[in-house]
């Protein structure tokens, strides 16, 4: 194994991303000190060895027969890392979770195979990638071992073994025997300490972080560890409860906090307010409390929606109505932040120059009520087009709304890791990041 003074010596490449924006982070990136896939390129010999990569393929099957795959983001995602892997002359070794096979043994369960995600692999990859019915043991082994130059193997669901999310010391052992290289690229379960995304490392040479990890991580981690200030984060969403945790974290991190979603309401609760019928979480109305109180410590701007949309039941065709934040009453709910809030946020969006949405703003499946949500896409597709500002979208809700406004592709960054993604902005270690070989 080389030296950590030979691994730095390495040239360590960033993925395509705009440019100017990976100059931003690069310091960060390279303060990471976790290989990547390109510095193991630059360090080893891959021709004829064989790598294990570690994807997402959890992609979602028709309902009709549950086979067809409805959506192949997530296998269009493992492209560049995997193509690089063969143009290098590795064996490529596929390993991924699919669904839960919820109890059922590899030998004979159906459920829960990745079969499905085959054919279009082959297509995407070029090549006719070897389905193995096993990921570890004396036939996949074999299997491995047989491997030539550029070819591709998928082995069967992690998950057919309880032993997976339990980071069991056997099924890691069997991983590692596959391969002499390791590479993650699955940032959607780096939270997690399992057999595949951490205990294999244990039983390999070294272990680098795949393009689409170590984007998550450049734009993630460098937006608020080390941002182009000012740092403003959007956050919204339903429950307060749900973001406590990265709030904590932002109001040590941030210039500008604003909150948008039904959280408001309990912050509104805790200001003396009347919300009227609007969702609210009772017993996290003193923390809220204590969060803007905080805030204000911290000199940190949090900042409410000073307006809002109400409804008079919860529909699409409800009655709507526009009211001041302190004047909701009776049987009115609030479903989007207002106008007037909106042009506040368009002001303190426009002064900053790394934005971090997490959360919607209101009920954007309904179009009344949509048009909070929409805005602040539109908001962060301007910033990042017009002033180059770095513009960063995480969580599942955020990443379907600003992809419903058709404007996905004009921000920085769209996470595509929702609990990874906020661990990583509280200020968390990911146990499928610590795993990786240092340089």
């Known amino acids: 194994m080389l030296s950590a003074a030979a691994l730095r010596a390495s040239a360590r490449l960033l993925p395509t991303v705009r440019s100017q924006q990976v100059r931003t982070f690069q310091a960060t990136a390279l303060a990471l000190e976790k290989l990547n896939v390109e ?3 630059s360090m080893v010999d891959l021709e004829g060895q064989n790598v294990l990569l570690r994807v997402d393929l959890n992609v979602p ?6 086979v067809t795959v409805t959506d192949d983001t997530r296998l269009r995602a493992i492209v560049p890392t995997a193509k690089f892997l063969m143009d290098k002359g590795a064996n490529v070794i596929l390993c991924s979770h699919f669904g839960r096979p919820k109890g059922e043994i590899i030998e004979t369960g159906k459920n829960g195979r990745l079969n499905p995600v085959v054919p279009r692999l082959n297509e995407l990859l070029g090549v006719n990638v070897i389905k193995m019915d096993d990921c570890m043991g004396p036939d996949v082994e074999e299997a491995a071992k047989k491997l030539s130059k550029g070819e591709v193997m998928l082995l069967e669901n992690t998950r057919f ?4 999310t339990k980071n069991d010391a056997e099924l890691s052992a069997g991983l590692g025997k596959l391969a002499d290289y390791f590479v993650m690229d699955a940032f959607g379960t780096a ?9 294999v490392t244990e039983h390999v040479k070294l272990s680098a972080a795949g393009f689409l990890l170590d984007k998550e991580l450049k734009f993630l981690q460098g937006a608020v560890d080390k941002p182009n200030r000012p740092l403003c984060a959007i956050v919204g969403g339903a429950k307060v409860s749900t973001k406590i ?3 904590e974290s932002l109001i040590e991190k941030c210039d500008t906090i604003l909150v948008g979603g039904g ?3 309990t912050f509104y609760k805790a200001l003396g307010y009347d919300i009227g019928k609007s969702m609210v979480e009772d017993d996290i109305v003193e923390l809220a409390g204590k969060l803007m109180k905080k805030a204000e ?3 940190v701007k949090m900042i409410l929606p000073t307006d809002v949309i109400l409804a008079d039941k919860f529909a699409a065709d409800a009655n709507t109505a526009i009211a001041k934040a302190s004047e909701i009453s009776g049987d009115w709910m609030g479903l989007d932040v207002g106008p007037e809030t909106l042009e506040i946020f368009a002001e303190e969006i426009g002064k900053s120059n790394t934005i971090v949405w997490n959360g919607p703003m209101g009920v954007f499946e309904m179009p009344a009520f949509a048009n909070g949500t929409v805005t602040v896409a539109e908001l962060l597709a301007k910033a990042t087009k017009e002033r180059g500002a770095i513009t960063i979208v995480g969580g599942g809700d955020s990443v379907a709304a600003i992809n419903q406004a058709g404007l996905g592709d004009q921000v920085s960054h769209i996470s595509t890791g929702g609990g990874a993604s906020l661990e990583l902005l509280e200020g ?8 990786l070989t240092e340089v």
Do not use: C, Q, W
Request: proline share 5%; aromatic share 6%.
């Open 39 to 41: 510095g193991l390129a």
């Open 245 to 247: 945790p990265v709030i």
């Open 297 to 299: 410590e911290k000199g």
């Open 161 to 164: 073994y309880n032993g997976e």
């Open 191 to 199: 939270h997690r300490a399992h057999s595949s995304t951490a205990g």
């Open 428 to 435: 968390k270690t990911l146990p499928g990041v610590a795993a």
């Open 263 to 265: 959280m408001i309401f």
């Open 61 to 66: 099957l028709s309902k009709e027969d549950d």
